[in-house]
């Protein structure tokens, strides 16, 4: 194979509109080690990328997705047990500069590119023998595309409703000290653990929480379970102060992220999610919480950018309890999708043998937290703590769900018991997540197999579901000739950024691409929202 260095620098531009041609070319393969992140260099100097037909750390990802890291350096010794050239071990493809002339650089670097090639002809035989071939060239690699271009685009960001939450913030964070410090007569490092496990045990004589090496345990659940149990003002304002300092710090790690143009651009990752999920970080967008109001309040922060009409939040309504439906075949849990039922409440209506009408909240509450439970192997032990009900009413109410819903018994049981004898599980794209530990004699490695078993093929499944939805809607906001965009993939919603008059279609469109994007036994449902902030756009 020949090998060539070109330094971009010293092109002129008639050697750059050659090299601009061959990268564009469709019928030239092409593989490499980073897609995304040459799709946008690329981007930078007006180039465009086609042809791609292998990321080796997209690939290497589908091989053996529960990898801790899919760096070239580290698949490259794992695999060829090949080492990269000195110096070059960290990079990844159009990241190294060298002096012009460096000849021993420009060499390392052809070394590089023989790795990669090496390791892409290496993967092949691997992803046909996984039959995973088809879900990198169809799925995957047009996801990189995709992510490239949000990752560009960015999201606008208000900079004085930020200020303003910090502020309002900052006095929350100082009312609930000087509540706190009041509770108790004096005043307290409400953030070390030390301080307050003297406060809490030996001062206000509050039952003990879980042993821990360094006394008691003051986490979060452990001082909400005790905040339950006595209702200690103290613990009200410990909470709140914890609470909003927390928010604080997010928020101040967000102001840091925003760029020149106002805009706060996220990276985000396929191969990191072992289930198929795509993460997001510098910074995470996917750990803005949305229980608390005060948490929603975040994505206020978040608006339209100037040119562009609103924001419009998408999201799948109930999606994994869908796909459990789908993989079960319980014709009782796919009726009522069918039908339009409030899951939980039809649920409830069964197992508690009362009309659905005189389904209580309470009620809807417990069937919620068990159906998503079960998915995850949770057990009667497990609901009863979640639920603070006793192990015997756990028990009692986890058999009537399975006396009721026989087929959804039968799918959990199978789906471990067939991953044991397959070695790995499965998503409806076919998707395989390997796990050997199904058959480990250590006990706990083998139960925590057991629950990756069962979780697996319904997150995954979520996961193929929206990345079909992410390509059906890029291409047909382009095919129409929109000018609205994809901002933001946060688990199972997606934000758009609406450009005037154009909100009508992209409703349609976006309804139809994500409604469309798998062919289940139950219908997928769309929450669509829209506003001039993501917070308002999710209400």
């Not at 564009?24 to 946008?40: E, F, N, Q, S, T």
């Not at 795509?278 to 910074?283: D, F, L, Q, W």
């Not at 995954?460 to 095919?479: F, N, P, T, Y």
Request: hydrophobic share 40%; charged share 25%; aromatic share 6%.
């Amino acid at each position: 194979d020949a090998a060539v260095y070109i330094d971009l620098a010293a092109q002129d531009a008639a050697a750059e509109n050659v090299l601009a041609d061959w990268l564009r070319d469709k019928d030239i393969p092409k593989v490499m080690h980073g897609y995304k992140a040459a799709l946008k260099a690329l981007s930078s100097r007006g180039l465009g990328l086609e042809g791609v037909v292998d990321d080796t750390s997209i690939s290497g990802y589908l091989i053996q997705p529960d990898r801790r890291t899919y760096d070239l350096a580290e698949l490259a010794q794992h695999h060829l047990n090949v080492g990269l050239p000195s110096g070059t071990a960290k990079a990844g493809q159009l990241e190294l500069a060298f002096d012009d002339g460096d000849a021993a650089a420009a060499g390392a670097l052809v070394q590089v590119a023989a790795v990669v090639q090496a390791l892409s002809r290496y993967f092949d035989s691997e992803l046909a023998e996984r039959k995973a071939a088809d879900l990198l060239a169809t799925l995957e690699l047009p996801v990189s595309r995709v992510l490239a271009d949000m990752e560009l685009a960015g999201i606008a960001i208000d900079m004085q409703r930020m200020d303003e939450q910090l502020a309002d913030l900052a006095k929350v964070i100082d009312n609930a000290q000087e509540l706190a410090f009041a509770a108790i007569g004096h005043e307290v490092n409400l953030g070390s653990p030390k301080q307050l496990q003297t406060v809490l045990f030996e001062e206000l004589q509050l039952p003990k929480t879980k042993k821990i090496k360094s006394g008691y345990t003051t986490d979060a659940a452990s001082l909400k379970n005790l905040l339950e149990k006595t209702g200690h003002e103290f613990l009200v304002q410990l909470m709140a102060h914890r609470e909003s300092s927390k928010l604080r710090q997010m928020l101040e790690s967000l102001k840091k992220s925003v760029t020149e143009d106002g805009r706060i651009h996220t990276t985000y990752a396929q191969n990191v999610a072992a289930t198929g999920r795509i993460s997001s970080n510098n910074p995470n967008l996917q750990n803005i919480p949305i229980r608390s109001e005060e948490g929603r309040r975040v994505r206020g922060i978040f608006v339209v950018s100037e040119g562009y009409e609103c924001l419009l939040s998408a999201d799948y309504s109930q999606i994994e309890m869908r796909i459990m439906a789908h993989l079960s075949g319980d014709a009782g849990l796919i009726q009522a999708y069918k039908d339009g039922e409030d899951l939980h409440r039809f649920v409830g209506s069964n197992i508690f043998h009362v009309p659905t009408d005189q389904v209580t909240s309470a009620m809807r509450s417990k069937v919620k937290a068990m159906s998503y439970g079960l998915a995850y192997g949770l057990t009667s032990f497990g609901l009863s703590k979640q639920l603070e009900i006793s192990v015997d009413e756990a028990r009692t109410l986890m058999k009537e769900y399975f006396d009721r819903f026989g087929a959804v018994r039968d799918y959990l049981r199978g789906v471990v018991d067939q991953a044991r004898i397959d070695g790995y599980t499965a998503t409806i794209e076919g998707r395989r997540r390997y796990l050997p530990d199904l058959t480990s004699t250590d006990r706990q490695l083998r139960e925590n197999a057991e629950r990756i078993a069962l979780n697996s093929p319904i997150q995954g499944s979520a996961a193929d579901i929206i990345k079909r939805a992410m390509l059906g809607v890029h291409s047909e906001l382009a095919a129409q000739g929109l000018k609205s965009r994809m901002l933001l993939q946060v688990h199972d919603e997606l934000v758009l950024e609406v450009a005037a008059g154009e909100r009508e279609a992209v409703e349609k469109l976006l309804t139809g691409q994500m409604a469309g994007a798998a062919d289940l036994s139950v219908p997928l449902e769309v929450q669509i929202g829209v506003g001039p902030s993501w917070y308002d756009a999710g209400h």
